[in-house]
């Protein structure tokens, strides 16, 4: 028997007294990528964030190669998360002032690699998304395209179990956007890591290995 990289079992989380998520079951493989689809306010988001750790749902249950969530005390489970996922976000979501290395090197600071190699691997997984050149850059001073590949480096640089991605191409143009999910999947396939992708757009989520569809919070 394999085990999967995420398993979610009748998974639900509510704001309120408003269920946004509702029992879903649903798992991914290494080397999966699966995308979310579904409308505005459908719960993709929530979806995601419950499935990566972020927040712990109301009910059900989700395991990482076969570790359960809760099985680990906080302070562990925040560990578990830096070393076994990676996470993009629409907007980049990388530190301003730092240099583009300086970002995605912290991936790996986090869970205690030391400088160097911490700044080698970071060089390399800045490489395989093809902006070594600009290591030295402030994020701030980037485009947006170039942003999310370096969002993508770091999201990488650990060699993650699963990769976490919210519309990671929602800020750019047709172009760019195809080139970034191209690179996520060809890192994370390369890696093992499964592929966890939210996205609107269609083409996208054609190129997927499967679609979850979700609707008022439920998978259909
Ligand atoms: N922090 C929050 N507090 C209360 N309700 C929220 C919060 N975040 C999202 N929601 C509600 O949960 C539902 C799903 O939101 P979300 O997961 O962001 O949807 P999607 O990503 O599919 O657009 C929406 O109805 C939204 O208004
Ligand atoms: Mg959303």
């Known amino acids: ?7 979610a079992s009748d998974v639900s989380f509510r704001y309120g007294e408003e ?18 689809c579904g409308r505005s306010g459908a719960g ?14 109301d009910s059900g249950a989700l395991t990482c190669r076969g570790v359960g969530y809760d099985e680990l005390s ?8 830096l070393r076994n996922f990676g996470l993009v976000f629409q907007f980049g979501d990388l530190i301003p002032e730092l240099t583009l290395v300086e970002n995605v090197e912290l991936a790996l600071r986090l869970t205690g690699t030391r400088k160097r190699p911490a700044r080698e691997r970071a060089m390399a997984a800045l490489d395989q998304v093809g902006i070594a050149h600009l290591a030295a850059k402030q994020s701030g001073s980037v485009s947006g395209g170039e942003l999310q590949r370096a969002a993508i480096a770091r999201a990488v640089v650990h060699e993650p179990a699963v990769v976490f991605a919210d519309e990671p191409t929602g800020a750019l143009d047709d172009k760019n956007s195809e080139r970034v999910v191209e690179l996520l999947f060809d890192v994370a396939r390369a890696q093992g890591a499964a592929v966890l ?19 008022d919070g439920q998978l259909v």
């Open 44 to 57: 993709k988001s929530t979806l995601l964030h419950v499935a990566a750790g972020l927040v712990a749902p």
């Open 74 to 81: 906080e302070s562990r489970r925040a560990d578990f998360r």
């Open 197 to 215: 992708l939210v996205t609107h757009d269609r083409q996208i989520a054609a190129a997927c290995d499967r679609i979850l569809t979700i609707a």
């Open 19 to 36: 269920w946004t998520v509702r029992e879903a079951t649903f798992s991914v493989e290494s080397r999966e990528v699966v995308a979310i």
């Open 1 to 7: 028997m394999t085990t999967a990289q995420l398993q």
